[in-house]
């Protein structure tokens, strides 16, 4: 099975720390243009994945909204799905939110992929979340309206003749006063169609804007064919292939639909790390990765303050997606079956745990730090002064192309990744940064206050090691001591906590649900909660984690 796994380190000071329209050439993405939109007030939310916070109490939502308050992070999106306790988790949520005195807002992500909707009874879910939490104090509002947005819904009709019919008059128009709803959903639509849903949305979010989805490895050997084949000469392929790395091609094709439909529409742009998926055909079957390497967080944050005037709002992805890899946050809560590459992992501990598959880095804070400075840079047209010298490192522990005894196989479009140490750094003024692989390979580079993005190759039996020196003194030293770059990914044992609904005779006519988990070690695969579902309790309902 490829591995994906990707380490990650923090230091201060001497401390360890779905379709798109596509362009015809790479040349088409780096000269179209932006049209002007008018300036507003800049907002950073993240995703919160509500289903995977099963067991999460108030102080879980409080330790974790005061971390991405902490973290430049203005408010979560809550993506909800069908879970009976997922209201509970939201009424959580937003307590939280205003115990923590902070202001931090939450905004209601309807997870169309999740729950029903082609009747006029499952609007009445949605409208529920908007009409309970509209005048809370913690609420997200935009232009004085309740804001809401979804992770796709563009087939929804809530039993209407079309979906522009359905959302409008079973959500939209129902909503009013005080709950009047401002939506910018994530509809996976052409943007020629965006016109269509005038009088429904308020803006667009571009889910997809967060990697360069349209670089698959078919794609990349198409306007490749001139340097050869991609596993040929990697080097050179992938080096062609850096410019589409936080591209605003996918921002502008959304600007210039909304700017198109007349008034003024928000649009809402995502950002990510990266994307890692591992799941069987028999369960989720998601295994794929999206291009993720040439420092795409730091690029992708880049490119849109560089274009903030024609961005509203920027939506993290994800705090806590631990099933795509993509998560910001502590490992918290329940995990959709994704503990092969996501445990051992946490964002707070110092060692590496190397297992199997893994496309995550184990530091997290990493992120939140780069979070903070960008996002604070998007929010107010200005870069921050570094006043602390770091710097953040990640690499997997496995080439792309090793193999390991996984019945899952290869994820689509390991070819597109390359075998590097990437290293972003934040420097308080110029000075020498050193990246070492190895006691043969290292590279000294020179760096100047702010931001750097530095890489160096890395081979099997490597290291990650990286110094920063400044007149004559070390300001950081790092060996990295638990991480070798391994070429035959061992094979590992995980451990599957599945939780479901049992119910129980109570008072009266109301029976009550108990949890009941179900625990089994089971060797390389997800599939243990499925597996507890046949085999042992057949009576129960699962709890959907993801």
Same mark, same amino acid.
């Given at each position: &099975?490829f591995?994906?796994?990707?380490?990650l380190?923090?230091l201060?000071?001497?401390?360890?720390?779905v379709?798109?329209?596509?362009?015809?050439s790479?040349?088409?993405?780096?000269?179209?243009h932006?049209?002007?939109r @008018?300036?507003?007030?800049?907002?950073?939310v993240?995703?919160?994945?509500?289903?995977?916070?099963?067991?999460?109490?108030? =102080?879980?939502?409080?330790s974790?909204?005061?971390?991405?308050?902490?973290?430049?992070?203005d408010g979560?999106?809550?993506?909800v799905?069908? =879970?009976?306790?997922?209201?509970q988790?939201?009424? *959580?949520?937003?307590?939280?939110?205003?115990?923590?005195?902070?202001?931090?807002?939450?905004?209601m992500?309807f997870?169309?992929?999740?729950?029903?909707?082609?009747?006029?009874?499952?609007?009445?879910? !949605?409208?529920?979340?908007?009409?309970t939490?509209?005048?809370?104090?913690?609420?997200?509002?935009? %232009?004085?309206?309740?804001?809401?947005s979804?992770?796709?819904?563009?087939?929804?009709?809530?039993g209407q003749?079309s979906?522009?019919s359905?959302?409008?008059?079973q959500?939209i128009?129902?909503?009013?006063g005080?709950n009047?709803?401002?939506?910018v959903?994530? /509809?996976?639509?052409?943007?020629?169609t965006?016109?269509?849903?005038?009088?429904?949305?308020?803006? &667009?979010? %571009?889910? *997809?804007s967060?990697?360069?989805?349209?670089v698959?490895t078919?794609?990349?050997?198409?306007i490749?064919?001139?340097?050869g +084949?991609? !596993?040929?000469n990697?080097?050179?392929a !992938?080096?062609s292939?850096?410019?589409?790395?936080?591209?605003t @091609?996918?921002?502008?094709?959304y600007?210039?639909a909304?700017?198109?439909?007349?008034?003024?529409k928000? $649009?809402?742009?995502?950002?990510?790390?990266?994307? /890692?998926t591992h799941y069987?055909?028999?369960?989720?079957?998601? *295994?794929?990765?999206?291009?993720?390497?040439?420092?795409?967080?730091?690029?992708?944050?880049?490119?849109?303050?560089?274009?903030?005037?024609?961005?509203?709002?920027v939506?993290? !992805?994800?705090w %806590?997606? $631990?099933?795509? #890899?993509?998560?910001?946050?502590?490992?918290?809560?329940?995990?959709?079956?994704?503990?092969?590459?996501?445990?051992? /992992? =946490?964002?707070?501990g110092?060692?590496?745990v190397t297992?199997?598959?893994?496309?995550?880095?184990?530091?997290?804070?990493?992120?939140?730090?780069?979070?903070?400075?960008?996002? @604070?840079?998007?929010?107010?047209?200005s870069?921050?002064?570094?006043?602390?010298?770091?710097?953040?490192?990640?690499?997997r522990?496995?080439?792309?192309?090793?193999?390991a005894?996984?019945?899952?196989?290869?994820p689509?479009?390991?070819?597109?990744?390359?075998?590097?140490?990437?290293?972003?750094?934040?420097?308080?003024s110029?000075?020498?940064v050193?990246?070492?692989?190895?006691?043969s390979?290292?590279?000294t580079f020179?760096?100047s206050?702010?931001?750097s993005?530095?890489?160096?190759p890395i081979?099997?039996?490597?290291?990650?090691?990286?110094t920063?020196?400044? %007149?004559g003194?070390?300001?950081? +030293?790092?060996?990295s001591t638990?991480?070798?770059?391994n070429? *035959?990914p061992?094979?590992v044992?995980l451990?599957?906590?599945?939780h479901?609904?049992?119910?129980s #005779?109570?008072?009266?006519?109301?029976?009550h649900?108990?949890?009941? =988990?179900?625990?089994?070690?089971?060797?390389f695969s997800?599939?243990?909660?499925?597996?507890?579902? @046949?085999?042992?309790?057949?009576?129960?309902?699962?709890v959907?984690?993801g």
């Amino acid at each position: &099975m490829f591995n994906l796994l990707l380490v990650l380190f923090t230091l201060f000071g001497l401390t360890c720390a779905v379709p798109i329209d596509l362009p015809r050439s790479i040349h088409d993405m780096r000269t179209q243009h932006l049209s002007k939109r @008018t300036n507003s007030t800049k907002f950073v939310v993240a995703h919160f994945m509500v289903g995977n916070s099963y067991p999460y109490t108030v =102080d879980n939502w409080l330790s974790d909204i005061q971390l991405a308050h902490q973290s430049g992070i203005d408010g979560f999106a809550l993506n909800v799905g069908t =879970d009976s306790w997922q209201p509970q988790q939201v009424a *959580n949520a937003y307590e939280a939110a205003q115990q923590s005195g902070t202001g931090f807002k939450l905004f209601m992500s309807f997870d169309m992929s999740s729950l029903p909707c082609s009747t006029a009874a499952d609007a009445a879910t !949605l409208r529920n979340y908007i009409t309970t939490y509209a005048t809370h104090p913690n609420q997200f509002l935009y %232009n004085g309206r309740v804001f809401a947005s979804t992770f796709s819904g563009e087939s929804c009709t809530f039993g209407q003749g079309s979906v522009v019919s359905g959302w409008s008059s079973q959500f939209i128009q129902q909503l009013s006063g005080s709950n009047a709803v401002y939506f910018v959903p994530s /509809f996976f639509v052409d943007t020629s169609t965006f016109s269509t849903y005038s009088g429904v949305i308020d803006g &667009m979010f %571009n889910w *997809n804007s967060a990697w360069p989805v349209q670089v698959t490895t078919s794609y990349a050997s198409s306007i490749l064919g001139a340097i050869g +084949n991609i !596993l040929q000469n990697p080097s050179s392929a !992938l080096n062609s292939l850096s410019s589409l790395v936080g591209s605003t @091609t996918p921002d502008q094709q959304y600007i210039n639909a909304l700017n198109a439909m007349g008034d003024t529409k928000t $649009y809402m742009a995502a950002v990510s790390p990266w994307f /890692f998926t591992h799941y069987s055909p028999q369960t989720y079957n998601k *295994n794929w990765i999206y291009l993720s390497d040439d420092h795409l967080y730091a690029k992708r944050w880049e490119s849109l303050v560089q274009i903030r005037d024609q961005v509203d709002i920027v939506e993290c !992805l994800t705090w %806590n997606d $631990y099933g795509e #890899s993509h998560y910001l946050g502590p490992i918290e809560g329940d995990q959709p079956n994704s503990q092969a590459w996501v445990d051992g /992992f =946490d964002h707070t501990g110092l060692s590496i745990v190397t297992y199997f598959v893994r496309f995550v880095p184990y530091v997290f804070t990493g992120w939140l730090n780069l979070t903070l400075y960008y996002a @604070t840079a998007f929010k107010t047209g200005s870069y921050p002064s570094v006043t602390k010298d770091q710097i953040v490192m990640w690499s997997r522990p496995h080439p792309a192309l090793a193999t390991a005894p996984d019945p899952v196989g290869q994820p689509q479009n390991f070819q597109i990744t390359e075998d590097k140490v990437w290293a972003v750094v934040l420097a308080t003024s110029s000075g020498t940064v050193t990246l070492s692989t190895s006691s043969s390979q290292s590279q000294t580079f020179s760096v100047s206050a702010g931001v750097s993005k530095l890489t160096i190759p890395i081979t099997s039996g490597g290291y990650m090691a990286a110094t920063l020196s400044r %007149n004559g003194q070390t300001v950081i +030293n790092l060996k990295s001591t638990n991480f070798t770059f391994n070429p *035959n990914p061992p094979s590992v044992q995980l451990q599957c906590t599945c939780h479901f609904f049992r119910l129980s #005779s109570g008072s009266g006519n109301h029976p009550h649900a108990r949890r009941v =988990d179900c625990d089994r070690s089971i060797f390389f695969s997800e599939e243990t909660c499925w597996l507890c579902i @046949t085999l042992q309790f057949v009576f129960c309902r699962r709890v959907r984690i993801g």
